[in-house]
């Protein structure tokens, strides 16, 4: 019994697990691409504004980063369908 069941779940777990693995990084990319996008109407705000070049300063990275880990998290999610 134990061999059997042992050997149902070694056929399922894989075809289960990978488009959770699949999803799980398109949701983080999601929430990486949203947290980008959230501070550019405060980044544009700022371009305007005489002395806020400490506020620029660290949102432009911050809208980079988080930018460049969604689209590594969509790129990921790809290859892992792709393989």
Do not use: Y
């Amino acid at each position: 019994m134990l061999s059997q069941t042992r050997k149902l779940a070694q056929h399922i777990l894989p075809g289960v697990v990978r488009p959770l693995h699949i999803m799980w990084n398109q949701i983080i990319g999601f929430f990486f691409i949203v947290l980008a996008i959230i501070p550019i109407p405060s980044a544009i705000k700022s371009l305007h504004e005489p002395g806020s070049g400490p506020r620029l300063a660290l949102t432009v990275p911050f809208i980079i980063l988080m930018g460049a880990f969604g689209i590594s998290s969509f790129l990921r999610a790809r290859r892992i369908s792709r393989s």
